[in-house]
């Protein structure tokens, strides 16, 4: 186990942060992170349990052990671009053929109010190495997860201060939506809404979302979970009924939604590619893969555009929050992980939109590997991540101001 002082890993990060550079829209082909130690490309069944904790709960965990190793790339900066253009009309079509920066504009918006951003306060007295740590994951844009933790006048507020801070500075607020009846059947990250209260749920974030710069990832693990036993076969038609009626909502409401499509190790592509149809892939944007997982981009990119020339072209994003170190053997707080490459919209012309952090680094998935509650900041494991960090090469070229969408006729 390696030990060292908060100023030693706060001397360290102050290497890392010297060496970011600004980061926009870019056009990249990501290669597998060095010595990612990756599971083979063949599609395998995830360990029998399996969760996608919610990124909720800011308690604080006190940490064990603080990790001294520098990252291994140069890493890029978030957007620091200020133009503010207003959301483009989005028709179905629009959605489904736009590019992806007309979709991210300046990229995906960084909350000041990010989980990574309160923990870096409230550490910053009894644990200021953890603090540092979270201070840095702070500085890049992580999705907002919204979930049965978030509801009523705490919904509206969540989506409306994101929203308006996107509108702000030109980027994306990044969703996830995570409140589906019997999440994770009985995992870690066990809970949800029935479907009733999904439903209305669901309307909810459509309406508060309706006309603004946004995306929403849907329901990570849903779809990949159907082949655990635990999850029944009337289990997957809901699943299915509420999925697709989730996409068309907010299809028809002009925000792109990606539906959850598991990771490269977990469900064969063509397997996937019938459960994303069957949930209404084909209207909305199209997927994500890799969500909470640590598979290397170039793994989830094969994986990804065999799924996507199996569902009509259907675009993606990667999560690379955690995948800096490749696979660590287990999906649950996997020793040794690092983060990964900093969220980016990817211009070169394929299937893939952007590289997001989906996972909020620093949030437990759960009593595992010493871990605390499923959603609860663990300081120890986000000093882990930053030391351990690939954060990727600098930005080859500069931000771009989105364009206008246009209506056009789609084949699905």
């Not at 059947?185 to 710069?213: N, P, T």
């Amino acid at each position: 186990m390696r030990t060292t002082t908060a100023g030693m890993l706060g001397a360290t990060l102050a290497v890392v942060l010297g060496t970011l550079a600004a980061a926009g829209t870019v056009a990249t082909s990501e290669a597998a992170p060095a010595g990612s130690g990756a599971a083979s490309g063949a599609a395998t069944a995830k360990p029998s349990v399996t969760a996608t904790a919610k990124p909720t709960a800011t308690t604080t965990a006190k940490p064990t052990a603080t990790a001294t190793a520098k990252p291994t790339a140069t890493a890029t900066a978030k957007p620091t671009a200020t133009t503010s253009p207003s959301a483009p009309a989005r028709t179905p079509a629009a959605i489904r053929s736009a590019s992806s920066t007309q979709l991210y504009g300046n990229g995906p918006y960084t909350s000041p109010t990010s989980e990574a951003a309160k923990n870096a306060a409230a550490l910053a007295a009894s644990d200021p190495a953890g603090a540092v740590a979270a201070s840095t994951i702070a500085r890049y844009p992580v999705a907002t997860w919204l979930g049965e933790w978030t509801t009523g006048t705490t919904l509206t507020k969540t989506i409306t201060s994101a929203t308006a801070g996107a509108a702000a500075t030109g980027t994306t607020a990044v969703f996830v939506t995570y409140a589906i009846p019997e999440r994770d059947c009985g995992g870690y990250s066990s809970g949800g809404l029935d479907e009733a209260r999904y439903d209305a749920w669901v309307d909810q974030i459509v309406a508060g979302l309706a006309g603004k710069r946004a995306a929403v990832i849907v329901e990570p693990d849903a779809l990949a979970m159907l082949s655990d036993p635990r999850c029944s076969p009337s289990l997957a038609q809901q699943r299915t009924r509420i999925l697709a009626r989730e996409v068309a909502a907010l299809t028809a409401a002009g925000v792109p939604a990606y539906l959850d499509a598991g990771n490269s190790n977990w469900v064969q592509p063509q397997v996937m590619a019938a459960r994303l149809t069957a949930a209404g892939v084909q209207n909305g944007r199209g997927f994500a893969t890799n969500v909470s997982n640590y598979y290397p981009v170039a793994q989830e990119r094969a994986y990804a555009d065999k799924v996507s020339a199996l569902t009509g072209g259907s675009h993606y994003v990667i999560d690379t929050s955690r995948n800096g170190t490749g696979w660590r053997g287990t999906w649950c707080n996997g020793p040794g992980a690092g983060l990964g490459t900093t969220p980016r919209v990817v211009s070169d012309g394929s299937a893939l939109d952007a590289l997001l952090w989906v996972k909020t680094p620093g949030a437990s998935d759960g009593t595992c590997n010493g871990g605390p509650a499923a959603g609860v900041w663990w300081s120890a494991y986000a000093q882990q991540l930053v030391a351990n960090a690939a954060l990727g090469t600098s930005a080859t070229t500069p931000a771009r101001a989105p364009q206008p969408l246009r209506a056009s006729t789609v084949s699905r």
